[in-house]
Nanobody
Framework: QVELVESGGGLVQAGGSLRLSCTAS????????MDWYRQGPGKEREIVAS???????NYSESVKGRFTVSRDDAKNMVFLQMNSVKPEDTGVYYC???????????????????WGQGIQVTVST
């Protein structure tokens, strides 16, 4: 079973930086695509950044130029570097990925979509 776990969240002052990590575990073969979402207080969940296996990246307009998504395929990790953070960046951040893993019983390669549990980021003024 694949599990995605976010880490690195917390409290940061406006203008500061924070680096989130998303670690995939569970007989991982490859991470095809990984997206970072966030859900602010009273808001709907929105996508903020994405990366593909081809190293392509995309960002929402609200974070473009401030956030950078990267990946370390050897460690099955994806990162979100958040710079020049603003109070409106406050929210719960989730990673969501299309992950290929090897079934432990039958050895089949299985592609599935998985969510992390989310991690809180709070930007203070």
């Amino acid at each position: 079973q694949v599990e995605l776990v976010e880490s690195g969240g917390g409290l940061v002052q406006a203008g500061g930086s924070l680096r989130l990590s998303c670690t995939a575990s569970g007989n991982i073969v490859s991470i095809n695509k990984m997206d970072w979402y966030r859900q602010g207080p009273g808001k709907e969940r929105e996508i903020v950044a994405s990366t593909t296996s081809g190293q392509d990246t995309n960002y929402s307009e609200s974070v473009k130029g401030r956030f950078t998504v990267s990946r370390d395929d050897a460690k099955n990790m994806v990162f979100l570097q958040m710079n020049s953070v603003k109070p409106e960046d406050t929210g719960v951040y989730y990673c969501n990925g299309d992950v290929v893993h090897k079934d432990a019983v039958f050895g089949d390669m299985i592609l599935g979509n998985y969510w992390g549990q989310g991690i809180q980021v709070t930007v203070s003024t």
